[in-house]
C-alpha cells in the first residue's frame, strides 16, 4: 500500500435497542462530522435506525464503535453491519423515518 493510501469503505448499520427518542441520529451526525464521514441517519418504523457510512478504514471503525455506544440516554442491543453503496453523497445528514 502507498504511503498516505486510505481505503475507504461504506457500511449499513441496522441498530437495535432503545435508539429512538433519545437523540441517536442528532448524535450519529455530530459523531460523523466530527471523524469526516459522510452518509446519513434515519428512524426506522419498526424501532431500529439505519445508518449509512462511508469513510476511511480508521473514520469508520472508530465511528462503527462509538455506535456501539451512542448517545448517553440510549442503550444499544445490537448492530448488523454490511457493506453498502454510497452512492452520490455529501456531508452526512438526517432523514425522515422510512
Known amino acids: 500500500m502507498c504511503k498516505g493510501y486510505k481505503n475507504v469503505a461504506t457500511q449499513r ?10 437523540g441517536y441520529r442528532d448524535w450519529a451526525v455530530r ?3 466530527q471523524l469526516g464521514v459522510v ?5 426506522l418504523g419498526d424501532g431500529r435506525v439505519e445508518i449509512l457510512a462511508d469513510g476511511d ?3 469508520l471503525d472508530t465511528f462503527i464503535d462509538r455506535c ?13 453491519t454490511m457493506p453498502a ?12 423515518t422510512a
Open 85 to 96: 453503496e454510497v452512492g452520490n453523497v455529501k456531508g452526512f445528514t438526517k432523514r425522515f
Open 31 to 33: 459523531t460523523a462530522h
Open 68 to 80: 456501539r455506544e451512542g448517545p448517553m440516554m440510549a442503550h444499544v442491543a445490537h448492530i448488523d
Open 13 to 22: 448499520l441496522l441498530i437495535e435497542g432503545r435508539v429512538q427518542r433519545v
Open 57 to 59: 478504514d480508521m473514520a
Open 39 to 43: 452518509g446519513w441517519v434515519r428512524n
